[in-house]
């Protein structure tokens, strides 16, 4: 929702349907929980963390809207 009413584009890949996937995000983001949230390359962590990020004026510049 926060992505979307700030009209950025993302991909929602679901891992709960391909091991593959889950084990690249698993180690990516050395973590087991989903979500897990990447823009580009930086892994953000789950959605309170990008609600914090967004609070704290962090969100926009890593999105490219600042």
Same mark, same amino acid.
């Given at each position: +929702?926060?992505?979307?009413?700030?009209? @950025?584009?993302?991909?929602?890949?679901? @891992?709960?349907?391909?091991?593959?996937?889950?084990?690249? +995000?698993?180690?990516?983001?050395?973590?087991?929980? @989903?979500?897990?949230?990447?823009?580009?390359?930086?892994? @953000?962590?789950?959605?309170?963390?990008?609600?914090?990020?967004?609070?704290?004026?962090?969100?926009?510049?890593?999105?490219?809207?600042?």
């Amino acid at each position: +929702m926060l992505l979307n009413q700030k009209g @950025v584009e993302f991909d929602e890949l679901r @891992v709960d349907t391909d091991p593959a996937l889950r084990r690249e +995000m698993e180690t990516r983001a050395h973590a087991t929980s @989903v979500p897990q949230i990447f823009i580009g390359e930086h892994h @953000v962590g789950g959605c309170d963390d990008l609600f914090a990020l967004d609070r704290n004026g962090e969100l926009d510049p890593l999105l490219g809207l600042r």
